[in-house]
């Protein structure tokens, strides 16, 4: 209908678009301090829970403006899906922590610590570019580096779970090794996800700047 291009367009998605950005790096970054170190492990996973209920929060705004509002900026289904996908990110990041802490690890991995940094790098990637968004013409090339960047960082990712998942069981003589090699098996794959998670969302914006570039 022509006369909705002349109808205001709400634009406080792309607010809430870069307040979940946000909320994730931050969360990835504390998912990455406790891979990092092990400790204060039960204090950082309470933490981790309040970021992603924030972010859930934020999410629920998104859904109910999308409710009240007759133009919005972008697609709705855009909207939908980026704010889907900005939200299972954070709960991956948020699974990786609780995982970690019901295991009890008492030490962390290499690959770990590796496979947390790719997902710091990826958020902070998002964090970056989601802002970029509102200007889609004008951005179109720093968003293409942002979308570039945030699979080569899920590519070097699906490396690392791929040597981590070949090398899982060597040295392994007893039981408890075992069970321990399992389990740290399950995070990989749960770290892995996260990062694949980052790269829908990606995906997402490119197909966004795609249409509206």
């Known amino acids: 209908m022509i006369y909705k291009r002349f109808l205001p367009r709400n ?3 792309y607010a809430y678009f870069n307040e979940i950005a946000s909320t ?3 969360a990835a970054q504390l998912l990455y301090e406790i891979l990092e170190s ?3 492990v039960e204090r950082r996973v309470r933490h981790l829970r309040d970021l992603e209920h924030r972010a859930d929060e934020t999410a629920h705004r998104i859904y109910n403006a999308l409710d009240s509002t007759f133009v919005t900026p972008i697609d709705r289904e855009d909207i939908r899906t980026l704010t889907s996908q900005l939200d299972d990110f954070m ?3 948020e699974e990786a922590g609780r995982r ?3 295991y009890r690890f008492d030490s962390s991995t290499d690959i770990a610590r590796l496979m947390g940094r790719l997902i710091v790098e990826q958020a902070e990637a998002l964090k970056e570019g989601v802002p970029l968004l509102e200007h889609t013409k004008q951005q179109n090339q720093a968003i293409r580096r942002m979308i570039l960047e945030v699979n080569r960082l899920e590519n070097e ?6 040597q981590a998942l070949g090398n899982l069981f060597d040295g392994v003589d007893d039981i408890p090794g075992m069970i321990r090699s399992i389990r740290w098996g399950e995070v990989y794959q749960i770290l892995e996800d996260a990062t694949d998670r ?3 969302v990606a995906n997402t914006i490119e197909g966004i700047t795609l249409k509206y570039a």
């Open 157 to 162: 990712a699906d490396d690392g779970l791929n």
């Open 91 to 93: 709960d991956f990041i």
């Open 38 to 40: 092990m400790e204060d």
């Open 11 to 13: 634009e406080e998605f």
């Open 24 to 26: 994730n790096a931050e």
């Open 198 to 200: 980052a790269e829908n």
């Open 100 to 102: 970690i802490l019901l």
